[in-house]
């Protein structure tokens, strides 16, 4: 669907359907060469090594969101520079998810605060401001579908709380299994999630007997939707990043964009740190990076589309289902069964 819009009369199409009307041949242009280029980028990043794709990929990346900005607005964009800087004091022995950089929230030229008010423009980035240093192990962290091999890999909690969705007899519920936290203070844990209060009620975790396996998340009645959903249908919480006095949750796509920038960086400008590292790593780190190299080839072009048409599409075989409990027979509803059945017999004077 992408392909789409390499066709200059479509993507008028699609401004005339949005009743965009204010815009000229070099904007047309600017949004086929950049699906193009995207193309082939992506392209490319899958017929490469290591050595290579991530940097491959970054631009790749950048070209599909420069093209997204263009359609949803219907204006050029101003981008200089990426608004990202690595920082230059790394050496062969530092762990790669250790690698640190600064991100240009108020750089207003930058591709990273571009794109962060195209894709997030309910948040005032600039107020995060130029100083704060991140790491690539924040970045593995966020992305969802790295949960399990982030965890596992570097022995910490990930960002991301998975939700399960379950049918009962009344309604749809959400809930955590409570082995997701790892045995780490769930209330804690919960409270890192942005607006979290907001949105739920204080969950209860144990009776005056047992702790619940699960976290049954009940909604406020004016409540914020905080939970997310990947585009293979899993929902899920995020927990924020603290920087400073601040805290912070971006989007995912926000997210792969620093992500990508910092492995193209690296395999790019620092390739006496990278090249042994794609060689001979023996930590399990790199099976870590293959796979969000992985994840953001399948998934960042569906999330794209997805903001371009702002609605959901679903590309994989098997998505998250609700879990369907409907038809099971609690104990709640075994109690209710019985007393309905002794009622009965006793209003026919049966004893």
């Known amino acids: 669907m992408l ?5 200059p009369s479509n993507i008028e199409k699609f401004f005339d359907n949005r009743g965009i009307k204010d815009y000229d041949r070099e904007l047309l242009e600017l949004i086929s060469g950049s699906i193009l280029q995207a193309q082939e980028y992506f392209y490319s990043a899958t017929i490469v090594s290591l050595n290579t794709s991530p940097l491959l990929l970054y631009y790749g990346a950048i070209n599909l969101m420069f093209a997204s900005s263009l359609l949803r607005s219907g204006k050029k964009l101003d981008i200089e520079n990426h608004g990202i800087k690595l920082e230059t004091n790394i050496n062969s022995t530092t762990r790669l998810a250790d690698m640190e950089f600064i991100p ?5 030229h930058g591709g990273l605060f571009q794109f962060c008010n195209t894709f997030c423009p309910h948040i005032n980035i600039s107020h995060y401001g130029s100083q704060n240093r991140w790491t690539l192990l924040e970045i593995l962290g966020s992305i969802p579908e790295l949960k399990l091999d982030f965890e596992e890999c570097y022995n910490t909690c990930s960002y991301i709380i998975p939700i399960q969705i379950v049918k009962n007899q009344r309604d749809y519920v959400e809930r ?11 209330q804690k844990e919960l409270s890192r999630v942005l607006d979290f209060e907001k949105s739920y009620i204080k969950p209860r975790l144990e009776s005056e007997y047992i702790k619940y396996p699960y976290v049954i998340l009940r909604k406020k009645i004016a409540n914020q939707q905080i939970s997310e959903f990947s585009v293979f249908g ?3 919480l995020q927990k924020c990043h603290e920087k400073k006095n601040s805290r912070i949750t971006l989007p995912i796509i926000i997210y792969m964009y620093m992500g990508l920038f910092t492995l193209g960086y690296l395999s790019r400008y620092r390739a006496a740190i990278w090249s042994p590292f794609v060689r001979s790593d023996s930590t399990g780190e790199k099976r870590v990076i293959e796979k969000f190299i992985k994840i953001c080839k399948r998934t ?15 590309f994989v075989k098997e998505i998250h289902e609700p879990l369907d409990l409907s038809r099971e027979i609690t104990e709640e509803r075994i109690r209710k069964i019985v007393e309905e059945e002794i009622k ?8």
Do not use: C
């Not at 392909?3 to 066709?7: A, D, K, V």
């Not at 240009?104 to 207003?108: A, E, H, K, L």
């Not at 960042?300 to 679903?314: A, E, G, M, W």
């Open 176 to 186: 955590i299994d409570s082995s997701e936290f790892n045995g780490l203070d769930i």
């Open 344 to 351: 009965k017999y006793t209003e026919k004077g049966i004893q």
């Open 300 to 314: 960042l072009p569906n999330i794209v589309l997805n903001f371009i048409y702002q609605t959901t599409f679903y």
């Open 104 to 108: 240009f929230f108020s750089t207003q």
């Open 234 to 236: 899993q929902a899920f």
């Open 3 to 7: 392909s789409n819009f390499i066709y």
